[in-house]
């Protein structure tokens, strides 16, 4: 938290703001609900579907995510000031690039399985839409600390639907949760069957497309919503 | 509004500071990657005769102590002085099989019957595929399979890495009953097929090319150790050459 204290640019604040101010609890906590990117935003759908067969690569993918949409926030806040307006896309898409290979290599040294499984879709964190998303939506124009928050923010808002998802998708399509067995052998043999449409991409998208419709009874703030 | 000169300097600054640092951690993690994908090429050799562990400590222990590395030629011979690990498949296959330098793993097991591991490489749909072929004593039956891939699809294509794909392989037949070549064919369940069951696996729905490509990477790979093969069977009784 050092990081974040430091860099919050002092000169041209009259009164400081404190560091978990109401603003920026809101600007966490927005993301993981009322303003989730995956299900109210719909935005990084693609990853959602690809990578929630298991808990625990959802796991590892979802923390990828939150570092990268994190510091690229924080990165960009930082250098917003200096950032030639007309190659501002361009010098993003250096940084999460960046911080995506360094990922990456990073899971390919300490855990080349889940790596593996990831396979490219680590390497497509570049291109989903909730980080550049955020870059210009929310870091170009906001100070470092609440930057970093909205990318935390973010980036736990699309690993709570990953891991979501995988829990529905690896519990029915497996029968195991983070790899142990849940379903009890009886059940199997008293004719219980895996389904094996969980596994497949499309079971994802159902799944979101559930979770949508229930958050959206739950949270009146979302009815007439986009 | 920034001028070009500035523009062009911080895009030039910019991607020589993200260049250092992406250099440093490419070269700082590089001995524990190459750490991992040899331990993984020992797991997949272990997997193709049926020993499935993700246990490190034991891979290396079962790898060392019972699988021996080779590099043989078409003519049958032995090559002295080449290491099995030195060689990038991807380099060999495209070569003449006579040009070719074939790494070969034997693995010893229980009771000294050995398994002869050929590992073979080809072209999916989307990127390479690769596995290994465990082949018995009598250099004809399949013992085991295992193959893996870089970029199949999800679902149809990357399901030549899952069991059920090549569990279909073990006890097929890569010789016809003259003692010719004819390789395991992956195809269509509907395609008409002259050969016998011992030489057929299906393919996998949806999963066309890539299955194509696993019946094309077969045929590729295998016939070359033919040779090599021929030559251990006609010494059989007499000591097998003693490989580096």
Redesign the interface.
């Known amino acids: 938290m050092s990081v974040e204290s430091t860099s919050a640019p002092a000169v041209q604040e009259k009164k400081k703001e404190a560091l978990f101010s109401k603003k920026n609890i809101r600007t966490l906590r927005d993301p993981l609900d009322d303003n989730n990117p995956i299900t109210v935003q719909v935005l990084g759908i693609c990853s959602a579907l690809a990578v929630t067969v298991q808990v625990k690569p959802a796991l590892i993918m979802a923390v990828g995510v939150i570092f990268v949409t994190a510091f690229s926030n924080l990165i960009t806040s930082l250098l917003r000031n200096s950032i030639p307006n007309r190659v501002r896309i361009i010098v993003q898409l250096i940084i999460v690039a960046t911080l995506v290979t360094i990922v990456d290599q990073v899971l390919k040294a300490y855990m080349f399985d889940v790596s593996k499984k990831l396979s490219v879709f680590v390497g497509l964190i570049i291109t989903n839409c909730i980080v550049m998303g955020r870059l210009e939506a929310f870091a170009l124009a906001q100070k470092p600390w609440p930057s970093f928050l909205d990318g935390v923010g973010n980036g736990v808002g699309y690993g709570i639907i990953l891991v979501v998802v995988a829990i529905f998708r690896e519990l029915f399509g497996a029968g195991t949760l983070m790899g142990y067995h849940v379903i009890p052998q009886w059940a199997y043999d008293h004719g219980y069957v895996n389904n094996g449409l969980m596994v497949l991409p499309p079971a994802a998208l159902f799944v979101i497309g559930v979770y949508i419709w229930a958050q959206r009874s739950w949270n009146k703030k979302l009815v007439n919503v986009s | 509004?920034?001028s070009n000169s500035?523009?062009l300097l911080?895009?030039a600054a910019?991607?020589v500071v993200?260049a250092v640092?992406?250099a440093v951690?490419?070269e700082g993690?590089k001995p524990?990657?190459e750490a991992?994908?040899a331990?993984?090429t020992k797991k997949n050799i272990l997997r193709s005769v049926r020993i499935a562990s993700?246990d490190r400590a034991t891979i290396e222990q079962t790898y060392n102590a019972n699988v021996q590395e080779m590099v043989v030629n078409s003519a049958g011979e032995v090559v002295p002085d080449a290491s099995a690990k030195a060689i990038r498949l991807k380099d060999q296959v495209n070569k003449t099989p006579g040009e070719r330098l074939l790494p070969l793993y034997v693995y010893t097991g229980e009771a000294g019957k050995k398994y002869y591991v050929v590992p073979v490489y080809g072209v999916g749909l989307w990127g390479p595929i690769w596995g290994y072929v465990a082949l018995e004593d009598d250099f004809n039956t399949v013992y085991g399979a295992f193959f893996d891939h870089?970029?199949e699809t999800?679902?149809l294509g990357a399901e030549i890495s899952e069991k059920p794909f090549q569990e279909q392989f073990q006890g097929k037949e890569i010789l016809s009953d003259q003692d010719q070549f004819v390789s395991v064919h992956v195809v269509k369940p509907a395609d008409k097929f002259d050969l016998g069951t011992e030489h057929r696996v299906d393919g996998i729905s949806g999963g066309t090319i890539t299955s194509r490509g696993v019946d094309a990477m077969l045929k590729n790979c295998i016939e070359p150790y033919l040779g090599y093969f021929e030559s251990v069977k006609s010494s059989t009784g007499a000591v097998m050459p003693e490989p580096k």
Request: glycine share 8%; proline share 4%; no cysteine.
């Open positions: 509004m920034h500035y523009t911080y895009a910019i991607s993200t640092i992406l951690t490419s993690l524990l990657q991992n994908v331990l993984d993700d870089k970029g999800p679902g």
